[in-house]
């Protein structure tokens, strides 16, 4: 990493590893379906696909086997959005235009009741 990235950006703050943190912290269990609408040609869609991409994970996944993504490829050159239906009944509206993929997860695992970051280090290897 260069030494003006590190200055602009803060020596502890480096997006791609909080966004892999986060990625990591993602947790579906209290989550009942996702609906997935975006336009493939919209400039700002690049955060709803890495969630997108994020939450059909294998170990995502593994932790609340019965959501289910529902996704709606449009072509009106609107914003991307996802709702997300929790079980307790509440829906989370999210527009990501202009919103990174790593904030739009930590706010997903905020919102959700999970911690923002998973923790750092090595894992062990599960058996999927």
């Keep these: 990493m260069s030494l003006w990235s590190k200055i602009r ?13 986060a990625t990591r912290a993602l947790n579906l269990s209290k989550v009942k379906n996702i609906e997935i ?4 040609l919209h400039p700002d ?6 969630f997108w991409h994020s939450i059909t994970s294998p170990k995502v996944r593994l932790t609340n086997p019965a959501v289910r993504v529902k996704t709606e490829i449009r072509n009106d050159r609107k914003a991307p959005f996802f709702i997300a239906t929790l079980e307790n ?4 509206h999210f527009t990501t235009e202009n919103m990174s993929a790593m904030d739009l997860i930590m706010n997903f695992n905020r919102l ?7 923790k750092a280090g090595t894992r062990p290897r599960t058996k999927i």
């Design 9 to 21: 950006y803060g020596v502890r703050w480096n997006p791609e590893e909080r966004l892999a943190l």
């Design 37 to 40: 609408s975006m336009d493939p």
């Design 45 to 50: 869609n690049l955060s709803i696909r890495t």
């Design 89 to 92: 009944g509440h829906k989370l």
């Design 112 to 118: 959700t009741g999970q911690p923002e970051l998973g």
